[in-house]
């Protein structure tokens, strides 16, 4: 039985019981249920009572609403993930892995801000002031006008947040603020979720925009409670491959623009650098490409963005055979595979399947789908693609290619960088490229074992 005002609250999803149990109802996670104590015992909460008059004020769905003003941060790849700025009076998450650069990345955008003309405000859970301003220096930010604060006390950021106006403030990070009117442990669900709140309705009632930093738990959620991304605006992840310098800001949620947007961003000796051009980054265009390579035309939010897929298929050393993907679905790979079976008489049962997406990024698009299947299908006859030709289309179980979506995008930033043509679905019309229809993937893959491309 729980002490009196004791709940326990899962650490992984932010379910409260008012029992311990070894596995949380609610998200089925084992051993995360922690008791934590409230403020307020149960049953002790009181019931506000209505203060204004009854009824609800219902206005029409055609009224006029004004855009919401924005802080332009001038780090573009930022602002654009933002929908265009970070609007005032909002609240964003950035969640991360540690040492992925969030803490970088947050102060280049508060300085960047800052020049602009933003008042912006720092303040670090984790790092001395010392840390901060010497990190700064290093990245040649330190004449920028953000006003710099080491602290956790969640009543004295407040406090000050209060006593001084703000446009932008970053906390870095959530999960080390803690609030005197609880008395479980920082980094807690009921702290985190605590502090979270707190911030937020600053926010709101301040017109005040609030940066919030998280940490990302092995499972790959912000660490601590989901309820954090209930309360936010906007929930921004910062993702990286180990060994890449590349780092990509993905919008997961966001009140004020497309979800689908990304930023990329290049991690050097002076911070992050932004990367315009993405597609000249995850390409490598020196050199043959060799059998098992595809580069495919993709899209990431409003941009089109080129990247290599490659494949390998080799024969396997053991009874069941490997599949292993990176940077891909596995459940897309085993139905691409499924298809070069069924429909196209390849056959991948005694043999290891490998698909890589180059450069660490991460494709989500079925778009991809005949991209991959030519690098399949190319590394299984040890025949290259051409040099000059990009790739994309959508497989669809029966084993036809279909159209997708922005094909005049996709083929005129092939052509702007040196493609001359395009191994596509049968549709597109395209003066830029030389395109190869291809309706049915067995045509495809035929195509590409016979080496023939300029057949009509
Ligand atoms: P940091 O922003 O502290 O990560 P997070 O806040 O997500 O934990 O970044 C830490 C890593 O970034 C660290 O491994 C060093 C690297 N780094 C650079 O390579 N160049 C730089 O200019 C800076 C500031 C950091
Ligand atoms: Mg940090």
């Not at 265009?84 to 991360?96: E, F, K, Q, R, Y």
């Not at 996709?410 to 395209?430: I, M, N, T, W, Y």
Request: charged fraction near 25%; charge should be neutral; hydrophobic fraction near 45%.
């Amino acid at each position: 039985m729980a002490r009196d005002g004791a709940v326990y609250a899962c650490q992984s999803c932010g379910a409260v019981q008012t029992r311990w149990t070894g596995q949380c109802p609610a998200c089925g996670a084992w051993n995360t249920l922690v008791e934590e104590l409230t403020s307020r015992p149960p049953g002790a909460l009181k019931l506000t009572k209505p203060t204004r008059k009854a009824g609800l004020a219902f206005e029409g769905l055609d009224a006029e609403t004004p855009a919401p003003p924005r802080i332009i941060t001038g780090v573009d790849e930022w602002d654009r993930v933002c929908g265009g700025g970070v609007v005032p009076g909002s609240a964003i998450l950035v969640g991360g892995d540690p040492g992925v650069g969030k803490s970088t990345l947050l102060l280049q955008v508060a300085a960047s801000a800052a020049r602009r003309g933003a008042r912006c405000a720092y303040i670090s859970g984790e790092e001395a002031i010392e840390q901060v301003r010497s990190r700064a220096h290093r990245m040649g930010l330190a004449d920028a006008p953000v006003k710099l604060a080491a602290e956790t006390a969640l009543r004295a950021i407040v406090d000050g947040l209060k006593a001084e106006p703000f446009d932008l403030v970053v906390v870095d990070s959530i999960q080390t603020m803690w609030s005197d009117a609880h008395e479980a442990g920082p980094g807690s669900v009921t702290q985190v979720r605590a502090a979270a709140g707190e911030l937020v309705r600053l926010a709101k009632k301040r017109g005040l925009a609030v940066i919030l930093v998280g940490h990302v738990t092995k499972e790959g959620a912000i660490a601590g409670p989901r309820v954090v991304e209930h309360m936010v605006d906007a929930v921004f992840a910062f993702e990286g491959e180990r060994g890449y310098p590349f780092r990509i800001l993905r919008g997961a949620k966001n009140r004020f623009g497309a979800t689908d947007e990304i930023g990329v961003f290049e991690m050097g000796d002076a911070g992050l650098a932004e990367v315009k051009n993405p597609s000249a980054l995850f390409l490598d265009t020196s050199g043959e490409r060799a059998a098992g390579a595809a580069v495919f035309a993709g899209i990431e939010g409003s941009r089109p963005v080129l990247v290599e897929i490659q494949a390998l298929v080799a024969p396997s050393a053991y009874g069941t055979p490997r599949r292993a993907v990176v940077g891909w679905d596995s459940g897309r790979l085993a139905m691409i595979l499924a298809v070069l079976e069924a429909r196209c008489g390849l056959s991948f049962g005694d043999r290891d399947v490998y698909l890589n997406v180059a450069g660490g990024l991460r494709i989500s698009e079925p778009a991809a789908d005949l991209a991959a299947a030519a690098a399949l299908a190319s590394s299984a006859f040890d025949v290259a693609l051409p040099q000059d030709c990009v790739v994309f289309g959508e497989i669809s179980l029966s084993g036809e290619v279909r159209p997708v979506s922005r094909m005049d995008s996709r083929l005129k930033e092939a052509a702007k960088l040196g493609f001359r043509r395009a191994f596509a679905p049968a549709d597109p019309e395209s003066s830029a490229l030389q395109v190869t229809g291809a309706s049915r993937l067995a045509d495809a893959i035929q195509r590409i074992h016979d080496g023939a491309w300029d057949k009509p």
